[in-house]
């Protein structure tokens, strides 16, 4: 499985953005995708994940801002990132897992390269 990001880029606060992951290989149509993200000097962490049956969670800190997507197909998934912070600043990164849908960085064994996200005050 092969997972590629798109849709990074720099905003001021308050912006938004959309960040699209596409998936090609075989067999992930059941498999848990989330996003993730690391800033400088910070560890990876969770920000969204969507389960097979489209069950949704999110960080604490993102929720009611943030919205985790995906085509009927499966073959894309989306965060849609809004009322964006200085704080969300990161490389953002898209994963898959075949495994437990959790935001536990070591549950998820599919990543793409990631994606800049960059946002100025």
């Known amino acids: 499985v092969q997972l590629v990001e798109s849709g990074g880029g720099s905003v001021q606060a308050g912006g938004s953005l959309r960040l699209s992951c596409a998936l090609s290989?075989?067999?992930?149509?059941?498999?848990?995708m989330g996003w993730f993200r690391q800033a400088p000097g910070k560890e990876r962490e969770g920000v969204a994940v969507?389960?097979?049956?489209?069950?949704?969670s999110y960080a604490d800190s993102v929720k009611g801002r943030f919205t985790i997507s995906q085509d009927n197909d499966k073959n894309n998934f989306y965060l849609q990132m809004n009322n964006l912070k200085p704080e969300d600043t990161a490389m953002y990164y898209c994963?898959?897992?075949?495994?437990?849908?959790?935001?536990?960085?070591?549950?998820?064994?599919?990543w793409g390269q990631g994606t800049q996200v960059t946002v100025s005050s």
């Open positions: 994963a898959a897992t075949p495994w437990v849908c959790t935001m536990v960085v070591s549950d998820f064994n599919y």
């Open positions: 290989g075989s067999g992930y149509d059941s498999y848990c």
């Open positions: 969507i389960d097979n049956d489209r069950t949704r």
